[in-house]
């Protein structure tokens, strides 16, 4: 049987196994109080899911655990969705493009295109985006363009 965790505010993560709910507990992401909802939609209180492990303590605090926490002091924690740079990425590629062509056209707004462009690829790779090395490389040639156009 797998389970999703319901968040305070009503928002479900999973699903997840027992075995995978185990791990979340001995990573303080899941408590005893916590909420769960089976694959049948029925919700049940983590600690009346068989075969889930709590320890005697209380789950250590937010401010002692190393993972992040949504949502008040002592309620049952949910995932933080994590930034990957993929608005980054996307828009250092747009940006990179628009730089090639506009330093064809008008030479000034090429570059700053390509610079707006090169500081969303660093943001994007930053926060681990792959695609951002290419919004990188289009916007290092919009700007490279520039200086072509400018000195040549």
Avoid: C
């Avoid at 992040?68 to 990957?84: H, L, S």
């Avoid at 951002?132 to 156009?149: E, T």
């Amino acid at each position: 049987m797998r389970y999703f965790v319901i968040s305070p505010d009503g928002q479900k993560y999973g699903p997840a196994d027992v075995p995978t709910l185990n791990q979340w507990i001995i990573e303080a992401r899941l408590n005893s109080t916590s909420m769960l909802e089976d694959e049948a939609g029925s919700r049940l209180v983590a600690s009346a899911v068989s075969g889930l492990n709590f320890p005697m303590q209380p789950p250590p605090t937010a401010a002692h655990s190393n993972y992040p926490r949504v949502g008040p002091q002592g309620a049952a924690p949910i995932y933080q969705q994590v930034d990957t740079g993929g608005s980054e990425a996307t828009r250092s590629i747009v940006l990179g493009g628009v730089s090639i062509v506009l330093g064809f056209i008008f030479a000034y707004a090429g570059l700053a295109t390509g610079i707006y462009g090169v500081i969303a690829g660093v943001g994007g790779l930053t926060k681990g985006s792959k695609k951002a090395y290419i919004g990188l490389a289009l916007s290092i040639i919009g700007i490279v363009m520039w200086v072509a156009k400018r000195f040549m």
